[in-house]
């Protein structure tokens, strides 16, 4: 057997601690789809695990001071994929026709469905009426919690590796 010279040892050593690093980080991590609230700075005021599923965000809307719900998921290259909205009235400032998807009345309710308008973010300027929140698994997030009143808030997404629990 030859005798390994010190650089030789200390390069066998590198060797097997990045293959132990690459197995622990195979097995105590994974990636996950993450919806980033951040201000007008770019700062990150939040991050939401979103796993598969994608988001609502609710909010009073400003004329009707009805509730709207818009409905999003995730698509190809983390982009918004705006599928469906819902709302209580129709009016000034609120869709009326099916130009893009399906127009439709539910219990009260009209929605707008099978839309797929795409985005890289949704800038928002939150104040204290209209009460925006993202909601995931049923879960809500109050906007205003995360800026000042009249605040801007950039909602996007990425993957993040996350440590498994």
Known sequence: MKKLSFGEIVIRILQISLFCVAVIACCCFDREQVLFLEDQSGRKAAEILLGSSGFTLEYRHSVHLTPVYEVYEIGSGDKLLLKETRFYSLGVGMPFGAEEGTFSEEEGIFVLSGLNREFKSLPLRISAIPEHRVVIGGQAYLL?????????????TAKKWIFKK
């Open 144 to 156: 205003l919690s995360f800026c000042e009143p009249d605040g801007v808030i950039n909602i996007r």
